[in-house]
């Protein structure tokens, strides 16, 4: 897949247009604002950007592709909020994917202040709808106008087509076990789409081997 048709599908059309959308809910009380899930968006798209824009062409560990993401692509002029990128990824970003809970020492808001501050608690703040904006600007910066290197793009091309090698390889032994969907409007690709349910057709489960259950 080409490295521009990547970043216009899966980071201006479905990353930014899904932060969009997050950022529109609003309800009352304290629950229902998906500030968790906006977070989590925010984190993987940070980790994406670090793994396609850091240096070299072999892949890394997740780790450090968050952290050339925060530090290199969020935050490269603005020394003091890439030091948080450890903390972010440990506390929030890990306590939010494996359990839906912000680790100690992080609170969540939706408020468009104090992002990087510190609250009364003590705690670091993020704000995701300021995390929002500074990621959408430092893309715009930072990613986009630097396709127009040829070297440069040549770079994240072949990074690109190393994290499709790699989920391609991850998803292999799986195929025989899940469902094959047939999107009629859409071809597929490299990378797992959302669809609108209308244009799809689906086939059951039941029709395909399934686990074999485990023997004690």
């Known amino acids: 897949m080409d490295v521009r048709a990547f970043l216009e599908k899966f980071v201006e059309g479905y990353l930014f247009h899904d932060l969009s959308s997050l950022a529109q809910v609003r309800v009352a009380g304290p629950y229902g604002n998906c500030n968790y899930s906006m977070l989590l968006v925010e984190l993987a798209g940070i980790e994406l950007l670090g793994a396609l824009t850091a240096p070299g062409e072999s892949l890394g560990k997740e780790a450090a592709h968050f952290t050339h993401g925060w530090r290199e692509i969020?935050?490269?002029?603005?020394?003091?909020?890439?030091?948080?990128?450890?903390?972010?990824?440990?506390?929030?970003r890990h306590g939010l994917a494996h359990t839906f809970t912000a680790k100690p020492l992080i609170n969540v808001t939706k408020s468009g202040d104090g992002h990087l501050s510190r609250d009364l608690a003590g705690n670091l703040v993020l704000d995701v709808?300021?995390?929002?904006?500074?990621?959408?600007?430092?893309?715009?910066?930072?990613?986009?106008p630097s396709l127009d290197d040829e070297g440069i793009r040549r770079r994240l091309q072949a990074r690109l087509d190393k994290l499709v090698e790699h989920a391609s390889l991850q998803a292999r032994p799986y195929q025989g076990l899940v469902a094959v969907r047939h999107v009629e409007s859409t071809p597929a690709t490299a990378f797992g789409d959302y669809t609108d349910c209308s244009s799809t057709t689906y086939q059951p489960l039941t029709t395909f081997p399934l686990l074999e259950p485990r023997k004690r």
Not at 129 to 144: C, I, N, T
């Open 74 to 92: 969020l935050y490269a002029d603005r020394p003091g909020e890439a030091t948080y990128s450890e903390p972010v990824y440990k506390l929030a």
């Open 129 to 144: 709808l300021a995390l929002e904006q500074d990621l959408k600007a430092a893309y715009h910066l930072r990613v986009l």
